[in-house]
């Protein structure tokens, strides 16, 4: 019964004939001698078939495992699920993203000399799972079947420290889940141990927000805390963007417009679209994770598997780019990504934003305060108050700048790559530029649409010759409807913690700062030095 409400739910038809049967702790041998245990589901029979590999950091008894692994199997896609590296009974430690090609390869190469298997194999899962993808198929002399990469992408140094600031919300988040994962109750909802993760975000020197939130040091966070000064090549082995262009697998991926990865998905969707390879994509508008997106997401990758594993094509769409269209509630097809659209400049000037040419005017002030960080409300977070916010407080503080548009005449469709370009000087020449992109609506409730961040250091590229520096700061793409009678807000700010680490103002590195220094900013919005917003204006 359940397994037919689960069908029903995803779309999908009533499976018939037998049970699929499990095969619990299969030990899959690593050349370095390691075991990682595996469950294999598939239906009685000793013929070879076709393996979806699906491999997890999260335990192969999760929900997730479980409904890719039973649901797969029922329909006649036979699964293996892999416990990563050093968890749930795996060998070796768990060093997230440094071991994941090797021990991916020897499990591609193990899967296929086994009696069960057909020698075809392809890949599914999201996030982590979708890493454990990136970092095997650009390798494999005989390519994978399919790659379902469900809200991931190529390489994740870009969303470690966007814009080169350490990303703490996400960073202190995924460490005390991983950090206590394997512990008794650990999956169960803890409102005590979340409250006491996110007071760790606040701990310094941040290297030890670890002990802070579980009691003990995670492995993952002193990396990503002792690497994030610039120049560092730690990550390097983690990041295979630069493969991506040869990868000849057929791709389909599922993503959000409040997703961490969105931005590093995207480019990597049309790098495989600009080198020939017809990926396809699907954006709604989820957060990472938001139970919302799971049936999107699981009927996606079955549907794609099934199509290039079973023949079953009835699921293979046309349109390349599925969007959904935040405000107007509608989803939309397209060809590519970004669709076209007029790069539209709107200026700022004191107080306001609009399409017309700066005037002569005094630059914007405030000063940014490492001992009283300016916060942050919504976006692309992995836990806590995520997606659109009231601003509202955020706003009101005298460390942000905000300037507002008119009232729209009519309504304004935006889809497509922001940016903005911000003339901006320090008086210790160290400085974060954070940009925020807002609706206001007919109340005066200002909700986050997107937003970006630049780290500034003294010297910084762009800098001229009174030390105020040109910073383009790349915000997240997205498609939204400004509805009439809304207005468009840019807010400016010298942070956004604890989603952003704070700018201690000097050159010791993050994972051992506590002092600080406070940093008084100009933002310039003259003929000289226009600063502004350049959004894809849809035409339709």
């Not at 797969?72 to 050093?86: E, I, K, N, P």
């Not at 793409?477 to 700018?503: D, S």
Request: hydrophobic share 40%; net charge neutral.
């Amino acid at each position: 019964m359940l397994d037919r409400l689960l069908d029903r739910y995803l779309g999908l038809p009533p499976a018939e004939g037998p049970v699929p049967t499990a095969t619990k702790g299969i030990p899959v041998p690593m050349p370095d001698g390691v075991r990682l245990l595996a469950d294999r589901y598939a239906l009685p029979g000793d013929e070879p078939r076709p393996v979806v590999l699906i491999r997890t950091p999260y335990g192969r008894k999760s929900l997730f495992s479980k409904i890719f692994g039973e649901t797969l199997a029922r329909h006649g896609l036979q699964t293996v699920l892999q416990s990563t590296r050093g968890t749930f009974g795996s060998g070796g430690e768990f060093r997230p993203f440094h071991l994941e090609k090797e021990d991916g390869l020897a499990t591609i190469a193990w899967l296929r000399e086994q009696p069960w298997c057909d020698g075809r194999v392809a890949m599914a899962g999201a996030s982590y799972l979708g890493h454990t993808q990136w970092a095997v198929a650009p390798y494999l002399d005989e390519p994978l079947e399919a790659l379902c990469l469900g809200v991931t992408a190529s390489e994740f140094v870009s969303t470690f420290y966007p814009g080169g600031v350490l990303a703490v919300d996400n960073m202190v988040s995924w460490s005390a889940l991983i950090g206590r994962q394997e512990g008794r109750f650990a999956g169960l909802p803890n409102p005590w141990q979340t409250k006491k993760t996110r007071q760790a975000m606040a701990h310094l020197p941040i290297s030890g927000a670890d002990v802070a939130a579980i009691g003990e040091q995670v492995r993952f966070l002193q990396d990503v805390t002792e690497h994030a000064e610039p120049g560092d090549d730690f990550w390097a082995p983690s990041d295979h963007s630069a493969e991506v262009a040869s990868l000849t697998t057929p791709v389909t991926m599922v993503t959000g417009w409040y997703d961490l990865f969105i931005s590093a998905q995207l480019r990597d969707f049309k790098e495989l679209a600009a080198a020939g390879r017809a990926p396809r994509i699907t954006i709604g508008p989820w957060a990472h994770g938001e139970p919302a997106s799971l049936k999107t997401l699981l009927t996606d990758q079955i549907g794609f598997v099934s199509a290039h594993l079973l023949g079953d094509k009835a699921q293979l769409r046309q349109a390349p780019v599925r969007l959904y269209l935040q405000g107007a509630g509608r989803w939309l097809d397209f060809d590519s990504w970004p669709p076209k659209s007029d790069a539209t400049p709107y200026f700022l000037r004191p107080g306001g934003l609009s399409p017309t040419e700066p005037v002569e005017s005094k630059p914007g002030t405030f000063t940014f305060d490492p001992a009283d960080p300016t916060p942050t409300v919504g976006g692309p977070l992995l836990t806590g108050a995520r997606k659109q916010r009231d601003n509202k407080i955020v706003e009101q503080r005298r460390d942000v700048l905000v300037f507002t548009g008119d009232r729209l005449k009519r309504d304004l469709d935006v889809i497509g790559e922001i940016s903005a370009l911000v003339y901006v000087r320090t008086d210790i020449g160290h400085g974060d530029v954070f940009v925020r992109l807002c609706d206001v609506d007919g109340r005066g409730v200002s909700r986050n649409v997107t937003d970006g961040i630049l780290r500034l250091r003294p010297g910084s590229t762009g800098s001229d010759v009174d030390g105020v520096v040109a910073a383009e700061v790349h915000l997240d793409p997205t498609a939204y409807r400004f509805r009439r009678g809304h207005r468009l807000r840019l807010q400016l700010a010298g942070g956004a913690f604890p989603r952003f680490a704070r700018n201690h103002g000097t050159d010791e590195p993050v994972f051992r700062a506590v002092e600080g220094k406070p940093a008084r900013f100009e933002i310039f919005h003259d003929p000289a030095r226009p600063s502004r917003l350049t959004l894809p204006v849809f035409a339709g």
